[in-house]
């Protein structure tokens, strides 16, 4: 599969943090896949569909962006200019927090809402992103 994230980059854009969706975020899907294997191997279809959806998630901090891409064949982007997000918000359940992912809310000036859910490590992705868009600011002050 391409690289979406390295295709949209433009002059002066570096990636700075890339994360992925977690596996356990997944966990209901796998315990069907594991209970439908027997069922004429039903359960590799699902352990399949699981498999495509993080391999063709994207997600990635520039130095000018938040990038999100979802989708195989039909694809879905979330891309907000790193100074125009006013904030990011981290939903973490208690499976969540024991197995460190969770759910991005990105919400952007004059932008709707923007979900991210099943991220792993999302505190992460939060320092990550709080470090770029600061400076990012800096460099606009500059």
């Known amino acids: ?56 998630t994207e997600l990635a901090i520039t130095n000018k962006r938040v990038i999100a891409k979802f989708g195989f064949i039909s694809r879905s982007t979330v891309e907000l200019n790193i100074n125009k997000i006013e904030s990011l918000q981290v939903h973490q359940t208690l499976l969540g927090r024991l197995f460190n992912f969770g759910s ?26 709080m470090e770029a868009q600061e400076q990012a600011t800096q460099l606009a002050v500059h």
């Open 1 to 56: 599969m391409a690289n979406y994230i390295d295709s949209v980059l433009i002059g002066g854009e570096k990636v700075i943090h890339r994360a992925n969706l977690s596996m356990w975020n997944e966990l209901p899907l796998l315990l069907l896949g594991v209970v439908l294997l027997p069922l004429f191997g039903a359960g590799l279809l699902v352990f399949l569909a699981i498999y495509i959806k993080v391999k063709s």
């Open 104 to 129: 991005l809310v990105i919400a952007g000036a004059g932008e709707p809402q923007a979900p991210i859910p099943g991220i792993a490590r999302p505190l992460e992705f939060r320092r990550y992103f």
